[in-house]
């Protein structure tokens, strides 16, 4: 990153211009947020130029073309928590999938990414041609990757909590019976319903199941209750949890993993096929 000097009066207007930011709370702002909370000594037409020269500089970051994140090196600057930047970057978006799960405590993986969930579409720069693609379209910023992953606004609003990161930061983020429903919504995006097994295995006791079965009749899809329904099943869950989902008509048979070839073992209980030991497509 380039840290050339950005001139005295840039440096002391920087300084000022940031320590009015982080008084009003707006750690993560745009350009039109910085003319307005400028000091009076800085004249508005040089906060663009300004702005740019910090970003330039390292003293804060570009998240996009208008929105910045100050950083620690400043004066009552601080850095931004990557959850923090995810639902900045995107509104309304929140925190979900791996980087919920990992929250949660229910996997020890270290996310690479931070994904979060929203309604609106994403274009990503690697979308637009303007950053070569090596992978998954991902918003880079700060050194980290975004992912976003676009959901129908009724799958958006279901099991959404905020929760604070630290005395300045609070987020959105699906709360731990509607990450775990996730995992059998798209388990593609954890690498296939063998996570969701894993999790009901281990973590069962510390989710509260019937929130878990009233969050998958919400959602809508026969085959996402049919597919937890199967999995609660086999790892213990009760009669008394597992009836509503039951009660559920199916017309067809689902894939317990869609990842993989629809082969395997049939079960016209819950009108699941185990596929889970077949190849992957």
Do not use: C, K
């Given at each position: 990153m380039d840290e050339r000097p950005i001139g005295e009066y840039g440096l002391s207007?920087?300084?000022?211009?940031?320590?009015?930011?982080?008084?009003?709370?707006r750690y993560v702002f745009t350009a039109d947020d910085a003319v307005e909370?400028?000091?009076?000594?800085?004249?508005?037409?040089t906060v663009a130029r300004l702005l740019k020269?910090?970003?330039?500089?390292?003293?804060?970051?570009?998240?996009?073309?208008?929105?910045?994140?100050?950083?620690?090196?400043?004066?009552g600057g601080v850095d931004v928590p990557p959850f923090a930047t995810a639902t900045s970057l995107v509104k309304p978006s929140a925190i979900a999938h791996l980087s919920a799960l990992a929250h949660h405590g229910l996997t020890d993986q270290i996310p690479l990414s931070t994904t979060a969930i929203t309604i609106r579409k994403v274009v990503t720069p690697s979308m637009r041609g303007l950053r070569p693609l090596d992978g998954p379209?991902?918003?880079?910023a700060g050194g980290l990757d975004f992912r976003y992953v676009v959901v129908v606004p009724s799958h958006f609003d279901l099991?959404?909590?905020?929760?604070?990161?630290?005395?300045?930061?609070?987020?959105p983020i699906t709360?731990?019976?509607?990450?775990?429903?996730?995992?059998?919504?798209?388990?593609?995006l954890f690498g296939g319903v063998g996570e969701g097994l894993r999790v009901l295995e281990q973590f069962r006791e510390g989710i509260d199941l019937a929130k878990l079965v009233a969050y998958a009749l919400r959602y809508g899809s026969v085959a996402v209750g049919k597919r937890l329904g199967w999995t609660l099943e086999a790892t213990g869950a009760g009669p008394a949890v597992l009836a509503p989902l039951r009660e559920l008509r199916a017309s067809s048979y689902s894939s317990l993993?869609?990842?993989?070839?629809r082969r395997g073992r049939y079960d016209r209980r819950w009108m699941i096929i185990d596929n889970r030991a077949e190849d992957r497509v």
């Open positions: 207007a920087g300084i000022a211009l940031a320590g009015s930011l982080a008084d009003a709370g909370l400028r000091p009076a000594d800085v004249r508005a037409e020269s910090l970003a330039d500089a390292g003293w804060i970051i570009r998240l996009r073309r208008g929105l910045y994140a100050g950083t620690g090196r400043l004066p379209h991902v918003w880079h099991g959404l909590e905020t929760i604070w990161l630290d005395e300045r930061f609070r987020v709360d731990r019976e509607r990450t775990v429903l996730d995992l059998f919504a798209l388990p593609r993993d869609p990842g993989r070839i």
